[in-house]
């Protein structure tokens, strides 16, 4: 009924009725270079490592109460879980660039996103989290135009397309 917003709960919950740390720890290292082909092309291949490792140590609880308010079971479960993944992403650009101080480019790179335990771990009864969550894996593309009309202007023009699954 007002103007804002309400982040209520549907059932109240009490601060302590959950308490996590959610530790990680991210490693990565990459390596690329550029491959002059000619005086036009030039061709980038890079690759990346990522090191993940998350974690969760907590507790979480279920209390159920009755319709008049009164609690009638109430539980308590102490979580601790662990998970390492080591991803290997590569990506290739390519580009063109003439005398008259025009380029053109292509890039396509793979993409990962983790899962965290906060995503696994949602105290808001009135949400599911789907048992099949994985880890996001996906690409990127794009492909544009740079270069100067004049020594006064400079353009960039390019067209992306970011993809995920899971």
């Known amino acids: ?3 804002g917003p309400d982040f209520e709960f549907l059932q109240a919950r009490s601060p302590d009725q959950a308490s996590y740390r959610n530790p990680g720890n991210n ?3 990459f390596a690329e270079t550029a491959l002059h082909l000619n005086e036009h092309w ?3 291949p890079g690759i990346r490592f990522e090191g993940i490792e998350t974690r969760a140590d907590g507790y979480y609880q279920t209390i159920v109460r009755d319709v008049a308010g009164n609690e009638v079971a109430h539980s308590r479960q102490n979580e601790t879980q662990a998970r390492s993944r080591a991803i290997v992403l590569a990506g ?3 580009s063109y660039r003439n005398k008259k101080q025009l380029e053109a480019f292509a890039n ?3 993409n990962y996103r983790p899962i965290t335990y906060s995503d ?3 105290q808001n ?3 599911r989290i789907d048992p099949q969550l994985q880890d996001e894996r996906g690409w990127n593309a794009d492909l544009g135009l ?3 009309c004049g020594k006064t202007l400079r353009y960039d023009a390019s067209l992306f397309l970011l993809a995920y699954a899971n």
């Open 42 to 44: 030039t061709l980038a």
């Open 120 to 122: 696994l771990r949602i």
């Open 146 to 148: 740079r270069g100067a």
């Open 108 to 110: 396509y790179t793979r």
């Open 92 to 94: 290739m650009g390519l």
């Open 1 to 3: 009924a007002g103007s």
């Open 125 to 127: 009864p009135s949400l």
């Open 27 to 29: 490693l990565s290292a």
